[in-house]
């Protein structure tokens, strides 16, 4: 049966390779869908959304240079001078107002994204126009993004203050942050990005596979495989999931956490750590965790205690994938993984189990955390998971190197929330890839 396992994963990766090689642009910008998903998701997401955080309006005030981040979820990415998006939940469905100054207001229209375009002259006050749209409806609930939470904080503090002067104690009295919307509409996925992040996530998957063929015990460089990394990422069209110094991390070492590639060599007996992203079509993010252990010379297979290290974390994975159910908050699946970790021995490590993985590595949503800090689910780790949210989550052991520092084995995989449970998003890592020494 091992053998068996083992020709099927080795026939696997070398068709997934074969494949990879003939799709030199997966994602061509020429095909990108993301202006008809866009729509889609104001169209059939976002008043859900708006239900559940019980606000009937949003205002969202865009500008060039420092534009708010949600600017390309809502048609603003292009403002010049101030321009506004509302939205009023009318029923099942959202009327979308676009306020922009003349030139833009061209482009608003020839998108047909939103319901209504405002068009005013340049340099005029745009917050009195607003106000009149505020007016006409009436709502009771305004969400403005003006929170704690640095996605749904982009209102800069002269906006709002123009804002609260020109509409006054009567509707700035209703004005909540848009934090619960915002982690509400973002966090949910339609089935067409879905497909989308699960091309991605395997694509990332496989390039890390990749890139372990390169490593030559003694010579090789944490740097020299993150490297390799950017290479076919350019070949293949796809940017960096996060920040483009830190990504890919490899780590042969100690534990670094988020950092980027370092000049070590990688030897015999280390255990290699790849954490890497792509975006594709400037829109989705993957976040993926591949693990390797470089075979000393004589050895033909990483040592019993590697081996169950490996075998402990990916257990615990799939112990938090079984967790992760519609209605059970992020912190039941973070608890889920702190008592495997405690059953199995293994350090507390410093990171929450998961997290919400879309349109930034680091996406809206509930954490999967908590657990460590707190008896109950507080903050972010208290929502709920719903139908059609994505994470990616690791799998943890963490054990004490004879230096006294630490080592962690920490596979990653990307899953999806189902009506059924949830799925993971890409072939997940079942064995501890293994490199041969001279």
Not at 150 to 176: C, H, M, P, W
Not at 297 to 303: F, L, M, N
Request: aromatic share 8%.
């Amino acid at each position: 049966m091992k053998t068996s396992k083992n020709i099927f994963v080795a026939l696997y990766f070398l068709i997934s390779t074969i494949i990879l090689a003939q799709t030199s642009i997966p994602f061509p910008a020429e095909k990108n869908p993301w202006q008809q998903i866009r729509k889609e998701r104001i169209q059939k997401l976002l008043p859900d959304a708006m239900k559940n955080a019980g606000v009937d309006s949003w205002i969202v005030v865009c500008r060039e240079n420092n534009n708010d981040p949600l600017a390309l979820h809502v048609g603003g990415e292009n403002a010049g001078g101030t321009a506004a998006f509302l939205f009023f939940l009318k029923g099942d469905n959202v009327k979308t107002v676009a306020i922009s100054p003349e030139g833009e207001a061209i482009a608003l229209k020839d998108m047909k994204l939103h319901d209504e375009v405002i068009v005013i002259e340049r340099g005029s006050n745009i917050w009195k126009v607003i106000r009149e749209q505020i007016q006409k409806v009436d709502p009771k609930k305004i969400a403005i993004n003006s929170s704690g939470y640095n996605i749904a904080d982009g209102l800069s503090f002269t906006q709002r203050k123009a804002l609260e002067e020109e509409l006054g104690e009567n509707y700035t009295s209703r004005f909540v942050p848009s934090v619960d919307l915002v982690m509400e509409w973002l966090s949910v996925k339609l089935p067409q990005e879905i497909e989308i992040m699960k091309k991605a996530a395997e694509i990332t998957s496989q390039l890390e596979y990749e890139a372990y063929k390169t490593v030559i015990p003694g010579k090789t460089k944490d740097s020299d495989m993150a490297r390799f990394l950017k290479k076919r990422m350019k070949e293949l069209g796809v940017t960096d999931g996060w920040q483009p110094d830190q990504n890919p991390n490899i780590n042969s070492g100690i534990d670094r956490g988020h950092s980027n590639a370092t000049e070590k060599v990688i030897q015999p007996g280390d255990v290699i750590q790849c954490d890497f992203g792509i975006k594709v079509f400037d829109a989705w993010c993957t976040d993926v965790q591949r693990f390797a252990y470089v075979l000393k010379p004589g050895e033909k297979d990483a040592p019993a205690e590697i081996k169950k290290y490996f075998e402990n974390s990916i257990q615990g994975h799939r112990k938090v994938l079984a967790a992760m159910k519609p209605g059970e908050t992020g912190w039941y699946a973070d608890k889920v993984q702190r008592d495997w970790m405690k059953e199995t021995g293994s350090l507390s490590v410093m990171w929450g189990t998961g997290h919400p993985v879309g349109y930034w590595a680091h996406d809206a949503g509930p954490s999967l955390s908590g657990a460590a800090r707190s008896d109950k689910p507080v903050g972010s780790s208290a929502r709920i998971l719903r139908v059609g949210q994505t994470f990616a989550y690791d799998g943890f052991f963490s054990w004490k190197l004879t230096d006294g520092n630490t080592k962690t084995i920490s596979v990653e995989e990307m899953a999806v929330i189902t009506k059924d449970g949830a799925e993971y998003m890409q072939k997940p890592q079942s064995e501890l890839i293994l490199i041969h020494s001279k």
